[in-house]
């Protein structure tokens, strides 16, 4: 288990819903990134200690809120999510370890899944249910082109 400085809060279901709150602040591998370099609140009501926002068009992972379980990657049947810093790796333990006090470990706290196959996505629901962060939401399919930066 990872050592955590922040308690992790699900994911805003109505995220989508709320652009004021979570508007599209980028794209990253193909998929919208909402809310980045906003400040959010964890299940504690302190300030998360990243910005990084949720990522995913339609598969959305709460970077903010995701401690790396990796359960997400070995339920998903469509290969949906690698590891955004150890890329390419996919599953659990197979993160890029951060030390504390590092540059990555301000920025990242842990490892993140990256859903940098939602295009593949069948909308099964299996990652939702399994991530113990609670930290995914999957919407109905939501064209890139149809959002505005
Ligand atoms: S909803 Fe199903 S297919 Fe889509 S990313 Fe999650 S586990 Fe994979």
Redesign the pocket.
């Known amino acids: 288990m990872k050592k955590l400085d922040f308690a992790s809060k699900p994911i805003d279901e109505n995220f989508f819903e709320n652009p004021q709150e979570y508007p599209l602040t980028g794209y990253h591998k193909g998929h919208a990134v909402r809310a980045e370099g906003k400040q959010r609140y964890d299940e504690h009501g302190k300030p998360y200690p990243t910005k990084l926002g949720i990522h995913g068009t339609n598969?959305a992972v709460d970077w903010d809120s995701c401690i790396a379980d990796g359960s997400?990657m070995e339920?998903?049947?469509?290969n949906?999510?690698e590891w955004a810093l150890a890329e390419g790796k996919t599953g659990k333990g197979n993160d890029l370890p951060i030390e504390e006090g590092t540059e990555l470990w301000v920025k990242y706290r842990t490892d993140k899944a990256d859903?940098v196959n939602?295009a593949?996505?069948?909308?099964?629901?299996?990652?939702?249910v399994a991530c113990p962060a609670g930290a995914?939401s999957?919407a109905k399919r939501v064209e890139l082109s149809s959002q505005k930066v």
């Open positions: 598969v997400c339920s998903c049947p469509m949906g999510f859903p939602e593949e996505c069948i909308y099964c629901n299996a990652c939702v995914i999957v």
